[in-house]
């Protein structure tokens, strides 16, 4: 028994020794794309699935591209969560189907008529058969490159933000009621009740 404890206390012991300090191996810090904007301290750049290794610059580009439209979708999304707990338009969205009946959440995705269904996934399509973000030389403000660099980080990070929030939304819409809270208290937001 003393023999075992005396072990434990030696084992115990050896996880505080100093270990021999080992250059660092990591992908992160090999990547060429460290100094691309978005890139914040103190994660720096973050790819732990690795799926800009190995890539050029034109895909690297088109991954921004991608993240930075997938971020505005999200922004929208959130907004729209926010705004339907808050106002209903008027009106009938389908012939017998008001916008007030229309319900909050994930619920909405039931009711929606296959033809509203149908013109949704044809504007999408043909949003995307474009692939065009937009550069708008309108309204375009005149910044210098730092503030330019410093919003368009803002942008890339309020995307990524907002990509969570809606997925955060989506989970606990699916969960309503099987958390144990009870299905009055959220399909949104709990605090405009």
Known sequence: MKTAVFATLLASAAAFAPSANQGATSALKASPYEDE??????TGFWD???LSRGKDQATFDRYRAVELKHGRVAQLAVLGYVFQEAFRFPGNLASGLSFADVPNGLAALTVVPVLGWAQ?????????KNGYLGSYEVGMPDLDEE????RQ????QHGRLAML???ELFRHDSSNGAD??????I?????LY
């Open 37 to 42: 904007i978005g890139v914040i301290q103190p």
């Open 48 to 50: 732990p699935a690795g």
């Open 120 to 128: 949704i996934l044809i504007t999408i399509g043909a949003i995307e």
């Open 147 to 150: 503030t330019s660099i410093k």
């Open 153 to 156: 980080t803002q942008e890339i």
């Open 165 to 167: 929030a809606i997925l």
């Open 180 to 185: 144990g809270l009870g299905e009055q208290l």
């Open 187 to 191: 399909t949104g937001f709990p605090f």
